[in-house]
């Protein structure tokens, strides 16, 4: 999921991280602080941090 996550942010540089991971989450709500950011500005900690979120959605 880690990767998909990296993957799907790098793709659309310009769009933020919220645009580029809405495919992953499908209709889950994902509420991380890293959404408004896009994908060059956040850290690898930052990435496995909204990959941990995403996953949490995911399964509510």
Do not use: W
């Not at 991380?32 to 996953?55: C, G, H, M, W």
């Amino acid at each position: 999921m880690f990767f998909k996550v990296v993957k799907a942010s790098f793709n659309q540089r310009r769009k933020t991280v919220r645009n580029s991971v809405k495919v992953l989450s499908g209709n889950s709500v994902v509420e991380s602080v890293y959404l408004d950011k896009r994908a060059e500005q956040l850290s690898v900690a930052e990435f496995v941090e909204l990959t941990n979120s995403i996953e949490q959605a995911i399964k509510k």
